[in-house]
């Protein structure tokens, strides 16, 4: 894997079911806040299937959501035709080269999308792009999983159980730690049953872990100012062993 991209086409159909299981949306209410306090159009990075886009969307806010698997960006067209009267649009992009000019008031990276970069020269060209899109005071506010190379590994565990439309879903994982780079790998297996039918859907994900302070240290090297660091949605204090680890800066003039 040369930059993260890979799996996420095959893991479409199932994103959505497995973060209502595990994340929620209890991030959600704090993106939406964030951008009806930008004043101005906003952008996601790493959009998937709408799951933040259209929430913040629904409260009046103008949102583009970017992203690069097509099959991704699909379910969230179905999204937005599903909402209504919403203005949201959706381009395919890689985050590395945004296609925009600079007229985005906030950008927005949730859910650790910037960690799916694995190579400092990728980070450092996103983080370069969104500087270049971004209005001077615009902000930008991103979201790290925290040191995913502490998690142990384990092999063909059973993590989830359910269904999907009718059919019975479970989930059996694998994770690998590659700490020389500081990577993450994410075996992932999905076995449908429906009546009599078996099939099993298989793809790898990767993350790297990129610390707090290597992160805003990139962020600021990109042109913007750190307003903050936080540890929870609420705006919690940081540190290293809060379960959420949120950036919040400013685009400098």
Not at 5 to 14: I, M, N, R, T, V
Not at 57 to 78: C, E, N, Q, W, Y
Not at 127 to 151: E, I
Request: glycine share 10%; aromatic share 8%; charged share 30%.
């Amino acid at each position: 894997m040369k930059d993260g991209s890979e799996g996420w086409d095959a893991y479409a159909p199932f994103y959505d079911w497995e973060n209502a299981r595990t994340l929620g949306r209890r991030d959600v209410a704090f993106w939406r806040r964030l951008a009806g306090e930008a004043g101005g159009p906003v952008l996601e990075l790493g959009c998937g299937t709408g799951r933040v886009l259209v929430p913040v969307a629904r409260a009046g806010v103008p949102v583009v959501g970017v992203d690069r698997s097509a099959p991704m960006l699909d379910r969230a067209r179905r999204r937005i035709r599903r909402a209504r009267g919403i203005r949201a649009a959706l381009v395919r992009a890689d985050i590395r080269r945004l296609p925009f000019a600079a007229r985005f008031s906030l950008v927005i990276a949730p859910y650790g999308i910037l960690q799916s970069l694995t190579r400092d020269l990728d980070l450092e060209r996103a983080l370069q792009a969104v500087a270049c899109v971004t209005r001077p005071g615009g902000r930008l506010g991103l979201d790290l999983v925290p040191d995913l190379t502490r998690w142990k590994e384990y092999r063909r565990r059973e993590t989830l159980r359910g269904t999907i439309g009718g059919a019975e879903i479970a989930l059996v994982e694998s994770v690998r730690q590659d700490r020389r780079r500081g990577l993450t790998l994410f075996d992932e297996e999905y076995i449908e049953r429906r009546h009599r039918t078996r099939r099993v859907h298989r793809f790898s994900l990767v993350f790297r872990t990129v610390s707090v302070q290597q992160m805003t240290r990139r962020v600021e090297r990109a042109g913007f100012h750190v307003d903050g660091v936080f540890g929870d949605y609420s705006g919690g204090p940081w540190d290293s062993r809060a379960e959420t680890w949120l950036i919040l800066a400013t685009r400098s003039p």
